[in-house]
């Protein structure tokens, strides 16, 4: 059994040895494993300590005052750890970001979580993510056509949709929440400073991308936080109103739910 754990980075050396330090110090050595960090900004550095114990994916290409492409990350951190659907490199690809602190019995916690749940989330939004490869079966890649805002909204929403009885979402930061387990994996701490990326400007995209491509039948807010009984009431024959074109067809060809997701 084995986890493939990918650690996304911004420009955040404090946070990212904070999380470097609190996953080297749990019972991630109970299981085979192994970590990379996606970095995405020129200026990079990690403890000496760790150097060892990781594998570091420089974006090269990404220029350093990009606004962000989390969508593109969790994509690389899904194809690059899989690599093939139907034929697996690994049990399971965890995705986090660099200020998440993990409990010391999160290895733990998870694969108990895992014989039940296929895709498990816990702290804000997409700060800890887990996947079997079933999960993306059925609920595919990330839309990269959202950036810094959104993303998340169409990610759980269609886990909801198409995976859910199979997902796990544990997101009480933005009251969504799915099958909630009461199990400490991994969260953001309280207090700590998000960066700010032309937010706002993302932010209204973001709602603009939603209605475009779900309508407005439950209207923004409730997709993008603030899950209501309407949503749960409707997912059963919501389905996305624009198309969303094929990214990566050399992976994606193994998703089941192509059709009714709309891609193309």
């Known amino acids: 059994m ?5 650690i996304v980075t911004y ?4 946070e ?12 991630l050595n109970a299981i085979d494993y192994e970590v990379f ?4 900004h020129s200026n990079f550095s990690i403890d000496e300590q760790f150097e060892k114990n990781v594998a570091i994916l420089h974006n090269v290409l990404r220029p350093d005052n990009s606004t962000g492409y989390l969508t593109r990350n969790w994509n690389q951190a899904l194809i690059l750890g ?8 690994c049990d399971y690809v965890v995705a986090v970001q660099d200020d998440t602190i993990f409990h010391p019995d999160w290895v733990k916690h998870l694969l108990e979580l895992h014989k039940t749940y296929t895709f498990i989330t816990y702290g804000w939004g997409d700060n800890f ?13 990330w839309d990269e056509s959202f ?13 909801l949709i198409f995976n859910g009885e199979k997902s796990s979402i544990n997101d009480y930061h933005h009251k969504r929440l799915l099958n909630p387990r009461d199990m400490v994996i991994a969260g953001r701490p309280h207090g700590i400073k998000i960066h700010n990326d032309d937010r706002k400007i993302n932010s209204i995209y973001g709602k ?3 209605a475009y491509k779900w309508g407005k039948v439950l209207g923004c807010s409730e997709m993008l936080t603030n899950w209501t009984t309407e949503l749960f009431i409707n997912s059963e024959t919501l389905r996305p109103k624009s198309h969303t074109p094929i990214m990566y067809p050399f992976f994606e060809d193994a998703v089941l739910t192509l059709k009714e997701q709309k891609y193309v």
């Open 2 to 6: 084995k986890i493939k754990l990918f």
């Open 11 to 14: 420009n955040n050396a404090l």
């Open 16 to 27: 990212l040895n904070k999380t470097l330090t609190s996953l080297f110090k749990s019972d």
């Open 37 to 40: 960090i996606i970095n995405n």
């Open 82 to 89: 899989f690599g093939n659907l139907n034929q697996p490199k």
């Open 129 to 141: 993510m887990s996947w079997t490869p079933e999960a993306v079966k059925q609920i595919g890649l």
């Open 147 to 159: 950036q810094m805002s959104g993303h998340t909204s169409d990610y759980f929403l269609r886990a």
């Open 208 to 210: 603009q991308k939603i």
